[in-house]
Nanobody, 118 residues
């Protein structure tokens, strides 16, 4: 079992920046995959960015060049730096951890609201 706690959401104007944090209750080991997902009202939850224990990252096309996912193993924390925010980035952002890329087990945080005003 692992608990995930997100923080860093809030209200920001378009063009602004926010940094989300996801802190785990245990160390994030090399096989783990941690991802940030988001869900806007009336829409399905979508993956935004993922990072594997080895450091490889992936992003959905709509955030490439604007968002950066990174990890600090010592702090058991994964960050999502969001720059050049757009109103369409407004959503509840969730942190997710999979024990490995093959695992069907998912751990979720409680979510943090990001609202981008135009």
């Amino acid at each position: 079992q692992v608990q995930l706690v997100e923080s860093g959401g809030g209200l920001v104007q378009a063009g602004g920046s926010l940094r989300l944090s996801c802190t785990a209750s245990r160390s994030i080991v090399s096989m783990n995959v941690v991802g940030w997902y988001r869900q806007a009202p009336g829409k399905q939850r979508e993956v935004v960015a993922t990072i594997a224990g080895g450091g490889s990252t992936n992003y959905v096309d709509s955030v490439k060049g604007r968002f950066t996912i990174s990890g600090d193993n010592a702090k058991k924390t994964v960050y999502l730096q969001m720059n050049s925010l757009k109103p369409e980035d407004t959503a509840v952002y969730y942190c997710n951890l999979k024990p490995s890329i093959w695992s069907t087990v998912n751990y979720w945080g409680q979510g943090t609201q990001v609202t981008v005003s135009s």
